[in-house]
Nanobody, 119 residues
Framework: VQLQASGGGLVQAGGSLRLSCTAS????????MGWFRQAPGKEREFVAS????????NYADSVKGRFTISRDNAKNMVYLQMNSLKPEDTAIYYC?????????????WGQGTQVTVSS
């Protein structure tokens, strides 16, 4: 199973990026999907998650109101729309797949995509 994150890049503060995550050998629609990020010298942290039916989403306080997670199960895709980006959003962003509706652990991970926000 392989998750593939893409869409990262270099953007100025206040700008926007849209990250995408797809999977091979995994039906995204069967998993709660999440985005995490890891900045240099820091531990990986939770950013956002969405249940398989899109009914429930959760966000880290630091991104609430700026980031939006969504999914298209028909396309086997998950997205993270990031607006009003700040330099502190700079990190490698990873998507993950969790087989439980709530709680549990993320079982599968992608290789990450770099997001760099310049001031």
């Amino acid at each position: 199973v392989q998750l593939q994150a893409s869409g990262g890049g270099l953007v100025q503060a206040g700008g926007s990026l849209r990250l995408s995550c797809t999977a091979s050998e995994l039906t995204v629609g069967s998993y709660r999907m999440g985005w995490f990020r890891q900045a240099p010298g820091k531990e990986r942290e939770f950013v956002a998650s969405i249940t398989w039916d899109s009914i429930s989403t959760n966000y880290a306080d630091s991104v609430k109101g700026r980031f939006t997670i969504s999914r298209d199960n028909a396309k086997n895709m998950v997205y993270l729309q990031m607006n009003s980006l700040k330099p502190e959003d700079t990190a490698i962003y990873y998507c993950g797949a969790n087989p439980t509706y709530s709680g549990g652990s993320y079982k599968y991970w992608g290789q990450g995509t770099q997001v760099t926000v310049s001031s």
